[in-house]
């Protein structure tokens, strides 16, 4: 694999097809028109074979690869958009059960495979990340070569490179060649073509810039590539859901522990019924629509020192209602009201009753905390009454065993265990029950105490979206650098015009890598104010020969 000296004096790395300084075809072929793909210049993937970089190289810099990781890449991102991805089921669902329940065996099936976290399985990163390697490598196997060959080129080029353009015309013994090569000159620079002469031949080039605009293109996707996988670090994105009871607060995700969010009030407004104008869409939703609805916070900060888990310690820092479209922000967090949830249960207070007629228990009354159960309860007088089992959404599961499907209190089920005056606790058994809404049941044969619900109560909860975005600068960075390349690719096209006078010979030649009618009307242009003629294209010649060829070999009259 030696590097190949051409007879201009140029050496040209092994492998490429027209020497890079004259242009003269290095490498016979039987075709008529030159190879203009990347000036016929050598790529590396053409050229080193034998080490295993050259074939990792190799295989990456094929375009029919990047077509193929693309395609591979579009199926598998379908495949996550069947069903709803982890992130988006509704708040506090155990995916494992979810998807069956949801989907069926599919669903099951979905789960099972990941599909339900697709996007940032290590699979699916690792397509990304040979989507990126594709296109550095095809950028770089391409662009360099075609770089050097436009830098190093001349303005003389070899007669054989000119005669195998696709645009060509010599004409021999032409008349005031010097004062046209003038005036085409000028006539050039006036449509903005950038002149260079060498020997007094003329090389006329413009619109060079727009051959960089696939490779633009490559840096904004590889640009764009990166910030997609950056929203996989913590510190880069953010997108949770958290649940807010009203006159609670909660940490804020991502701040570590720093910053809080209380509820001080949810409130909805509906749409009036009375109002005729709502009343033909009220008829047709079938009842009563939100208008609107919003959480009155206030943003709270642990102050400097503060232990994590103390309430004492933390400072207001602002206030805010967040409406949809309307969140609270602070430090690049954005928190957008996206959900509700309305008589959520709270809390159930419960007394002891006993079946004996002469034991007064009025005295016992107790407090459960649905979101928050103490394990056990005492009292004055002797009675202790512990939640052996708390069950918040009860279900029974497929081997007959109780099991809960998420912690929101949506159907909860305690199982009480009553220890009387006098009983030791920790070496005998209590009377077991299970109680819950309308449930009330013992475990272990018949009770002398009975635990009754006396009282619920219920609260209004926000669901909110905590979201932090750095990486959006980023994606857009790439997708503006994207843009400029597809318009620099699109709307602009490369083009070169060489005059040159050879002892009284007049030769033209011209190339475009697109647009080969504006090339033209440049040449017609020259040739209506000159008397240099018009270029006949080659490829048109070709195709009129082999169509006349078809022609006779199908006409009887030659057989």
């Known amino acids: 694999m030696e590097k190949v000296k051409c007879e201009c004096g140029h050496v040209n790395p092994y492998g490429t097809y027209l020497c890079e300084s004259c242009g003269k075809p290095l490498i016979e072929e039987k075709g008529k028109l030159a190879n203009m793909r990347y000036e016929g210049v050598a790529r590396r993937s053409q050229t080193y ?28 991102s379908s495949l996550g958009t069947l069903f709803p991805q982890e ?8 995916a494992t059960i979810y998807y069956e329940q949801e989907y069926g065996t599919l669903g099951k099936l979905y789960y099972q495979l990941g599909f339900h976290n697709l996007y940032s399985s290590w699979w699916y990163m690792l397509i990304i990340a040979a989507l990126g390697i594709s296109l550095v490598i095809c950028s770089l196997d391409r662009v360099v070569p075609l770089h050097r060959a436009l830098k190093t080129q001349r303005v003389t080029r070899h007669e054989a490179f000119l005669k195998r353009q696709r645009l060509f015309s010599e004409t021999d013994n032409a008349e005031n060649i010097d004062e046209d090569m003038i005036k085409a000159e000028s006539l050039l620079k006036e449509k903005r073509y950038k002149i260079r002469k060498e020997n007094g031949n003329i090389l006329a080039e413009k619109g060079r810039f727009s051959r960089w605009g696939p490779y633009v293109n490559h840096i904004g996707l590889i640009i ?21 009871r009203e006159g609670e607060q909660e940490v804020i995700s991502g701040t570590n522990g720093e910053y809080f969010l209380r509820n001080n009030e949810f409130m909805i407004e509906l749409y009036d019924e009375e109002d005729e104008k709502y009343q033909p869409a009220l008829e047709r939703a079938g009842g009563p629509v939100v208008k609107t609805y919003q959480t009155s916070a206030t943003l709270l900060r642990r102050e400097a020192g503060g232990t994590i888990g103390s309430e004492t310690e933390l400072a207001e820092v602002k206030d805010h209602d967040i409406r949809v479209n309307d969140p609270l922000t602070f430090e690049g967090f954005s928190l957008y009201q996206v959900d509700y949830k309305l008589n959520e249960l709270s809390s159930f207070t419960f007394t002891l009753e006993s079946e004996e007629e002469n034991t007064d228990l009025t005295d016992i009354q107790f407090e459960v905390d649905l979101n928050d159960p103490e394990d056990v309860y005492e009292f004055d007088n002797g009675y202790r009454i512990e939640i052996v089992e708390y069950f918040p ?5 497929d081997n007959r065993e109780p099991t809960t499907i998420n912690r929101i209190p949506d159907n909860p089920r305690i199982i009480f265990e009553v220890f009387p005056p006098g009983t030791d606790h920790e070496e005998e058994q209590g009377e077991l029950s299970l109680v819950g809404i309308q449930v009330n049941e013992p475990l272990n044969g018949e009770n ?11 609260v209004n909860v926000t669901g909110l979206t905590i979201r932090k975005d750095r990486t959006l600068p980023i994606i857009s960075v790439g997708g503006f650098i994207f843009m400029i390349g597809l318009v620099q690719g699109s709307y602009w096209h490369h083009r070169r015009i060489w005059i040159q006078n050879r002892n009284g010979r007049l030769v033209l030649a011209g190339h475009a890598n697109k647009n080969w009618h504006g090339l033209k009307k440049d040449f017609k242009y020259l040739s209506d104010e000159t008397a240099f003629p018009m270029p006949v294209d080659q490829s048109e010649e070709s195709s009129e020969e082999e169509n006349e060829g078809v022609n006779e070999s199908h006409d009887p009259t030659q057989r």
């Open 393 to 397: 959404n009860f279900v029974i599961d």
């Open 49 to 76: 074979t034998r080490t295993f970089v050259d074939k990792i190289w190799n295989f990456f810099s094929s375009v029919k690869v990047g077509i193929w990781i693309i395609v591979v890449l579009l199926l598998t």
């Open 448 to 458: 002398d105490y009975a635990i009754r619900m006396t009282d619920v109560d219920m």
């Open 224 to 244: 764009f590539l990166i910030g997609g996988m950056l929203r996989f670090f913590p510190e880069m994105y953010l997108d949770e859901h958290v649940w807010v």
């Open 87 to 94: 992130m988006y089921i509704p708040p506090g669902e155990n």
